[in-house]
């Protein structure tokens, strides 16, 4: 004998495949305050009901809900969407309802009898009278019964589980980064003195590698020697010594007085300033006389230097972040962002995050979140890509990419359509070099080659980055086969400058990607053909939007090729396309458009 | 000053997208006993640390979890898969758990280590044999520690949420049908002797409609007509009569004990006999005056026919699921499929499941299932393509399809891809044609048109099945532009016949069916061009196992084409291609081969 308890009172109607959701809400979607969020949601109803869909959204923690009506898409009419805007920054849930509409199914199936030629409509007519406690009776009335607009819910209404957003600032997921060692402008005072031609090029974010007091034990030479010479300043990231931890700032570069006053400039001249958050101690780092448990040892009493074999940094040693003091490590480490967070920095770089525990950075951000949601952290992590994509959803609000080592038009295409795949949770900064990435392209390839990689990043990323000196053209490597830059600014001052050759280029990127909304996201970006595989194309936006790239990616040629637009597109059949770069027009159309341009040469046509 | 507890001691590893996965757990995966269930989930950990990664499973109720070790899969390291095999229909569960192994992440820095010639390994040594708890001198040699196999677990193991498998019989996923009205053989004995032909054509299942006593009251007469003559038997779904309901049998094809004995041959013969499961009443159904509350009435007294407006069915009522009386309704109902499993029957054809509450058929099969996991219901729902995806994810073994309706090229293709993405889920039975359906296909392609679709739906579909006359045929419609069969034996009783011109091409049908592991798939299909469109070829399977089918969709005229094998399907360059339909043998290739099919024709080819 079979028993089981009937459940006649379940919700007639089931919702799946609410979006955004990512793995399954185990992790919030992002979004930026002000951007709107579309919700989209499958409800089924057994039968011919008619159903009625509503999104809900608050921002956690407010005392309400407020609702919006869903109306099935265009495409499919059991996918019912909606959109919201978050007005502010922090974290919002979104769920979707859904009910049977008595009334609506009533006129339905009437208006459905009426239209077949059904002369007694009077039993169903008493049905509606019944339902929407009104008076109609009589056949004459059936279009006063087909013109009501009362909505009767019956049988309980089905309720999605809550899925939550991270709403951030813009600046999460839209700018123009540029990074520069202070020390090699003489320090915070110097800095504050270039902001106004960084803001005067177009960029957003000034990045800062460590400030703090560098160590001495094991300190690194030039091009990154194991013997120093007394005057070899050290690499930033061995941080720590007698002057102080992460919480202190490196002598020579100022007081932290001068920090703020740095800060208050950026501030007022319309530029952020981004610091690095990189959990690594030189040996000499107060912290492992004060609290040794932070850290591993050795059976013989030795401290474990860090490294990934055969690499080995013997200036710096990792924290043991699962050890016996764990919670008070934590605990410090959250301090430390406390601390920057106090003195105006809303924005940090986060070096290796890969290599310190998910759980760590899971926490981290969402207490520092908790307070202060316009706090963006950038990780940058080069490994394996679904331990960056971990990073994304954890809660980074950013990501460094494999961007600079995708420079043929197959790579950039794939990894495009990669990244797009992953839009609502991986934000990409793309930066063209870093300290640690001269890519051979750049070595070789010369001016040409920069300016193809300036407009690609620049076009393709919502975010992008540079490190100072690419806008001189600077490619020199350590040695042939190196990424690394002949005489790192890692292990050496430098006489710092901002701006170069390159610089009418960059300034005017920076211009176009504010120009036009297109710029601001990743995945509405289409490749179309070429005729020539050294010139690589794609059509940005939509509809009214539209702006379409082509770059020559050979640094030493011409290319000529045929570019040609899709009548997917949606594009006018035949338009003026204006090159944003140079202002000059071309007469374009769907179909095969003629392309030349010079080595690295590349267009950013808007469509009028 | 922020505040938050730190989780030091959270798992270093995380899981996502464990697969199979429907809507994020809600609903089981469907396979069958005996065959593997492929598991596959992303691990990720920080760091360069080496990982475990374990699936664990066990049929629902069972003590203890097996375990199956989890291993990188060919193109994606991230991804772990393993598999189980469940010996036996119910419910499984299965979970995966991923740990860091501390001594393989040793012995893996050791190697780097050693291979990069670094000397002095002594403190790696030392630590080593403190991980795994044996004597340093003991491994005092690199070769020797590089040779350990220990694993020594740290850190808390990550545990994926369990999912579920819902383990059927074979029948619930292959299998050829064959529908008959038992009142056109002569009752229960009549179809018993039957039986033997049908065996013989290869099928696997027959399927009674209603075999219910008929209602009088709005009986419907001839093709549907609103008056009757005496003789008029009715429509068999218009279930219920003074002679009783749901759980009796109709008179006039004998009794409870004839029925007994047919169910006992068939099983001695090797087919199983599937019931309709129609939930309506005919007017004279016993329970309208029993149980007035499961009915739904006007505010004048009348009760209300089944309609879908224009549509009207006057010969039956529906029930009311969610009324004052709804648990004792769901109840009985139960109690009527408990009826037919005691007297053997283990396969339910449920009639339009899309009318009636999803809640219902969730709670009814599970608690069927609970008891008698071996019990395969049958959707026959013609809806929307989400509600129809709906109810195969709530627990429906399988489903009728759009097959009928899906009859050119591009139809059939796009068809399969969609269902291809449900596998999981939804298993489609392309009947080939029912007592509603006859399409013009059909009607206009004769016998041709037959030949193409048994050949289409016993190959792309691991169930099919086909109504009475088929095989002989028949194809007259009521009038041009309907689907419904002139003299449709849904009111009148016919001669029933077994068996016809196309016996030979079906018994061979189901002949090559059993023959291989390829049609025991949908989701292993890929089309293929044929440089013509009235030619669909595709080949299903991979690997050791590849079978090629080409299908002259035109029934009119002959047709030559080129069939291409890309190179993507790991087919020998060369092989030769017998075709199971025929035996001729022909020397095919990767590449194009030439093609050339009578009306209707088709190459079912073996790869040797």
Redesign the interface.
């Known amino acids: ?4 308890e ?7 109607v ?1 919702i ?2 609410v979006e955004p959701c990512v ?4 992790y919030a979607a992002k979004r930026v305050a002000g951007d709107p969020v579309e919700v989209a949601a ?1 409800v ?5 009901e008619q159903v009625r869909a509503e999104l809900r959204f608050r921002r956690v923690g407010a005392q309400r809900w407020e609702r919006a009506s869903m109306t099935p898409s265009e495409h499919d ?3 019912y969407v909606a959109s919201f805007v978050p007005d502010e920054t922090g974290t919002w849930e979104f769920s979707v309802s859904a009910w049977i509409d008595a009334a609506a199914t009533w006129r339905d ?1 009437l208006r ?2 009426f ?2 030629g ?1 002369n007694d409509l009077s ?1 169903e007519l ?2 509606g009278a ?1 339902l929407l406690e009104i008076d109609v009776s009589d056949i004459a009335e059936v279009e006063t019964a087909l013109a009501t607009t009362d909505t009767v819910e019956v ?1 309980r209404a089905a309720l999605a589980r809550a899925l939550t957003v991270t709403v951030e600032p813009e600046r999460a997921a839209f700018g123009a980064w540029y990074e520069l060692f202070p020390r090699s402008f003489g320090g915070f005072d110097g800095v504050a003195k270039v902001l106004p031609e960084l803001v005067d090029l177009g960029f957003d974010v000034v990045y800062l590698p460590p400030i703090h007091p560098i160590g001495r034990t094991n300190r690194k030479g030039r091009n990154g020697s194991l013997t120093t010479t007394a005057d070899d300043p050290g690499s930033p990231w061995a941080i720590g010594a007698a002057e102080g931890g992460h919480d202190a700032v490196h002598p020579d570069l100022g007081t932290l007085a001068d920090f703020d006053r740095l800060v208050a400039r950026a501030h007022d001249v319309g530029i952020a300033i981004a610091l690095d958050f990189a959990l690594q101690c030189s040996p000499d780092h107060p912290w492992l006389r004060e609290h040794p448990d932070w850290f591993a040892w ?3 009493g ?1 401290i474990k230097y860090a ?4 690499k080995r940094y013997q200036d710096i040693v990792n924290f043991r ?2 050890g016996p003091d ?2 008070s ?3 410090a480490l ?1 301090g430390v962002v ?1 601390h920057w967070v106090a003195h105006g920095v809303r924005i940090f770089r986060v070096d290796n995050p ?7 950075w899971e ?1 981290l951000i ?3 979140h ?2 202060h949601p316009d706090v963006v952290f950038l990780a940058e992590a080069f490994t ?4 960056m994509s ?1 990073l994304a959803k954890l809660g980074f609000s950013q990501s460094y990419t494999y961007f600079t080592w995708r420079n043929t038009r197959a790579e950039l295409t794939e990894y495009l359509e990669q990244l797009s795949t992953q839009a609502d949770w991986f934000r990409p900064n793309f930066f063209v070099n870093t300290p640690d990435i001269l890519h051979e392209y750049l070595q070789h390839g010369g001016r040409p080659a920069f300016e193809a990689r300036a407009v690609l990043a620049a076009t393709l990323s919502p975010s992008w980055g540079m490190y100072s000196g690419f806008e001189r053209g600077l490619n020199t490597p350590v040695r042939d086969g190196s990424e690394e830059y002949l005489d790192s600014e890692k292990y050496e001052i430098h006489e710092g400058a901002v701006g170069g050759e390159l610089s009418p280029l960059i300034r005017r990127l920076n211009e176009i990607r504010r120009s036009s909304g297109v710029f601001r996201r990743l995945d509405n970006v289409t490749f179309v053909d070429t005729a020539n595989d050294a010139l690589v194309a794609y059509v940005k936006g939509g509809g009214h939007d539209v702006v379409i790239v082509c770059v020559n990616l050979d640094p030493y040629a011409n290319a000529t090729g045929l570019l040609t637009l899709p009548d997917t597109l949606d594009l006018p059949l035949g338009f003026v396309a204006t090159d944003l770069l140079t202002g000059v027009e071309y007469g374009w159309h769907v179909g095969d458009n003629f392309v030349q341009l010079g080595p690295g040469g590349a267009h950013v046509l808007a469509v009028r």
Do not use: Y
């Open positions: 004998m079979i028993t089981a009937p459940r006649a009172a379940a919700p007639r089931r799946a495949g793995d399954c809400g185990r499958v089924v109803v057994d039968g011919h009419v059991d996918r199936e459905r009898k239209e077949a059904q039993a008493a049905e019944a049988s050795r059976p013989d030795s490294e990934n074999p055969p972040f699962d764990a919670d490590l934590w605990t959250l406390e890969h290599t310190k525990p998910f759980a760590f926490w969402a207490a520092v908790a307070e394996r890509p679904a331990a971990t």
